[in-house]
Every structure is written in C-alpha cells, then in structure tokens.
C-alpha cells in the first residue's frame, strides 16, 4: 500500500492481520459465543415465547433452530475475516465499494449503540437489585422519577456505573475483550449449573417443571406465533452474523472460525434458555409465582453472600456480552469513516456515548417492542446487507477479493455499488409497512404486511441476494489474483 493510501483508507486497527498474529483459537470463538450467549435476554428470551403460547420443548426448540439458522450466514461472512485478515467494515467495500461501505457498516453500527445501551441499562439493573437485595438502599422507597428520563436517581446511578465500567474495558481495545471472553466462559456456565441445580432440588416432582401446556389447538395458530418468534431469535444476532469478520480476522484458518462458532453458539443459546425455563417453574412451586427476571430471583433466594456472588456473575455475564457484540462493531464502523481521525478506541468511546444517550431503559422495558420492533424490525434492515454481501463474496466473486484495492480509493472497489445498494432497499421495502403496524400498534396497512413482517430476516436475505445476482451477474467478476494470507 502506498502511504497515502494508507492514510486515508485504513490505521492501525483497520489493517489486515497477518497470519502470524492472530492468536484466536477454537476455544476462543467458542468461549467468544458462550460469553455473549450468557446474558439476561437469553435467560428470559424463552419468556416471551411461552407467554405467547408455546409450551417449554417448543420454546427451547424454536431458541435452538433459530441459532442453527443464523450460524449458517455467521460462519459464511466470516469466511471473509479469516482468508483476508480484515474487519467487517473493510470486507464489505468489496461489496458496497468504498464510499458505499459506510451504509452498510454504519447500519450495522447504530444497531450496536442501541443493544450497548440495553445491556448496559440491564447491568445497571442488576446492580440496582442487588444493592436493594443487601439492604443498602431502599428499593421500596425509591420511587420518585426524574424528569424526562423516566428512572431514579438511584436506577440512573446504578445504570451510569456499569456504563462506566464498561467504557473502562473499552479502551484497552480488543485483546482485552478476548481475555476477558476466555475466562468468563467456564465461570458463567458454571453459574448456570448452579441456577439449574437450585432449581431442580427445590421441588419434590422434577416432570412438575415440565407441565406447562401448550395453548395452541392447530398447526396454523402454532405457525402465527412460531415465524415471528423465530425471526426474531434469528434477529437477536442478525447483528453479528454481519460483523463476525472482526473477530474471525483473528483466527488461523477457516476450521478454527467454524467449528468455534458452532459449538459456542446454538449450544449455549438453547442450554441457557432451557435453564431460564425450568428455574422460572421452580419458582412457581418456591415462591408461588413465576419469576421471568434472574435479577429479582436472585434477590429472592436470599442471603447477602448469595446476593454479592450473583451480582458478579450477572456483572461478568453482562460485560462478556456487551463488550464483545455491542462494541467492536460499532468501534470498527466510526472508525472506518475517517481512519486517519478516529481509532477503535475513539470510536468505541463514541458508542459508549451514543448507548447513553438513547434511553435504553424505554425501549427494554416493553417486551412487545423489544421483539416486535427492535429485534424483527432491524432484522429487516440486516438481513438485505446480509444476503448481497453472501451473494457477492461467494457467489459472484468466488471469495477471491483484491487485498489491496480494499484499500485503495481509486482501486477496483472504489465508490458506490449502486447494484448492490439498490438490491439492498428494494429487499427492506416490502418489510416497511409491518414494521410501522408494529412500531404504532395500529393497524394502518393491512394485515398481510404483517405477515410479510413476521419473515422480515427470511424474506430480506433471500429478495436482497436474488435481486443482486440479477442486477450484478457478468458485471461483479472475481478478483484475477487472490492476494488473501488465508
């Protein structure tokens, strides 16, 4: 690369890692999934299942097909990160040209923002509960809320402190999430046992935990509820199906990204749900109620040791996920506007910033918008970029990409793809109208876009890929020379 393109294009984060420094394992890309599968939503995303009907099996098995599904674009984009050592933002000039680049990174990144405020509202939680839990605060009493901002005082410190520790992680860069990743994995694993142990010694008739019926009386009212919910648990890591090449890029050869990916991520989605599932029915049997949230369990179950141990793990849990999808996306995307000005670090903090300032809180705390608007809703906005993206790497260009000219404004990828941009918002349009339905709760189109709405991930990915290869076939060749290390 030539200085001046060198300067311009890319920085120290951005560059290609050469094969002899990248460190990451297969236990890392596993330990990677299960330190971002460990959280709060995935304990209680099984809650929003059964409580539209599903009975347990049919929830764990809607978690499980939904991760299986989702790893398949996961382990084909990070085919990219590992042959060429690059960061998503990078290998998507190949595709959307260098200027054209920024849309589908940056669309990648306000996503990120988004979940870094929620994970970090949800840490904050914890905490909050926690503190109330061992009586340092008085919970009961905290009730006034502050104006705009809808909280406490006491919830909004408690939501700024993790916040803050986050930050703090941030700016370390990347490595530092990878150790951090490596040794949360067997720990909170561990806490999972612990919880599902709890669970199944504090009730006499283990199968009582199984009991719950399912509500549905035929096939088509199962498939009403079944397709939503499994878009939107493809939804839940649309995201990073996207941005895996940041870390894949660290990985030695394609084996290692694959087989990590695959025994992290389906696995401990399914597990930790099926925990949530079976500890929330103990609960019914222990304290007369069903308790969805691990957060108020914990402060249940009692005893200040207890209570000062579950506030690591949940802090930990919290942490390995937040860092590692919420961050390093968004981090990569703002910096690649402007290398020259903005590091990872810079842009890392940027994020930090822009997950304070949305107001997480709002949007967490309506489950109908949480799966129905935010997870369906950007999904229908991923799953386009997702599906040009697989259609030109492999399809069209056979995975042989100009190394160089990724970083080179006058290179082969120089530019808008305007194929590639015009398959994106033709495949987003039919989801448009579902998504405004869901977002007012009012019926403004009808009813058969929000059917469309209900596939939003399936139906972008697959129009977005079959419009580009019309669009692009004889014009999007592959690169003469494949210049990847990998």
Not at 418 to 426: D, E, G, I, K, W
Not at 462 to 482: E, S, T
Request: contains cysteine; aromatic residues 12%.
């Amino acid at each position: 690369m030539t200085t001046e393109t060198t300067n311009t294009l890319t920085n120290e984060d951005l560059a290609p890692v050469p094969i002899e420094k990248r460190g990451w394992s297969t236990w890392n890309i596993a330990a990677l999934w299960i330190g971002m599968s460990v959280c709060i939503p995935t304990y209680a995303i099984a809650a929003g299942m059964i409580s539209a009907g599903m009975n347990w099996w049919q929830a764990v098995v809607t978690v499980l097909l939904g991760n299986l599904i989702v790893l398949i674009p996961m382990i084909l984009n990070g085919h990219g990160g590992t042959k060429y050592g690059v960061p998503f933002p990078v290998l998507v000039r190949s595709t959307f040209g260098i200027s054209g680049a920024h849309v589908a990174a940056l669309a990648r990144a306000l996503v990120a923002c988004g979940w870094f405020g929620i994970q970090s509202w949800i840490g904050g939680w914890a905490i909050y509960q926690a503190l109330g839990a061992m009586n340092i605060i008085n919970i009961a009493s905290d009730t006034t809320d502050l104006p705009v901002l809808g909280i406490t005082a006491l919830e909004f410190f408690c939501f700024l402190t993790f916040w803050a520790i986050n930050l703090g992680i941030v700016v370390t860069g990347v490595n530092a999430i990878r150790i951090l990743e490596s040794w949360a994995a067997p720990f909170l694993l561990a806490c999972g046992v612990a919880l599902l142990i709890w669970a199944l010694t504090k009730v006499d008739d283990i199968g009582a935990l199984f009991d719950t019926k399912s509500n549905f009386t035929s096939r088509a009212d199962f498939m009403k509820v079944f397709v939503p919910q499994l878009t939107a648990m493809v939804g839940f890591w649309a995201t990073l199906s996207l941005n895996i090449p940041d870390f894949t890029r660290y990985t030695q050869s394609q084996r290692e990204q694959a087989m990590g990916q695959l025994l992290g991520l389906p696995t401990t989605m399914a597990f930790f749900c099926f925990i949530g599932i079976v500890v929330t029915s103990a609960t019914v049997v222990v304290f007369g109620e069903a308790v969805w949230d691990p957060v108020e369990l914990i402060a249940k179950i009692g005893s200040p040791a207890v209570v000062a141990v579950s506030l690591i793990a949940l802090t930990i849990a919290t942490l390995s996920t937040n860092l590692a999808a919420n961050v390093v996306s968004p981090a990569n995307g703002i910096s690649n506007i402007s290398p020259r000005r903005i590091s990872f670090r810079t842009g890392a903090i940027i994020t930090c910033v822009i997950g304070l300032i949305i107001m997480p809180w709002k949007l967490y705390n309506d489950l109908g918008a949480y799966i129905f608007t935010w997870l369906i809703g950007y999904s229908a906005l991923l799953g386009p970029i997702a599906g040009v993206m697989l259609c030109d790497y492999f399809i069209l260009r056979r995975t042989r990409l100009d190394l160089d000219g990724l970083y080179d404004a006058e290179g082969p990828y120089k530019g808008v793809n305007h194929r590639a941009m015009l398959a994106m918002t033709l495949a987003v349009l039919p989801n448009i109208p579902g998504f405004i339905n869901a977002a007012t709760g009012r019926e403004i189109f009808p009813a058969f876009f929000d059917s469309i709405y209900g596939y939003a991930w399936f139906i972008g990915l697959g129009l977005a890929a079959v419009l580009y290869f019309i669009f692009a076939v004889g014009r999007v060749k592959p690169a003469p020379i494949d210049s990847g290390e990998n």
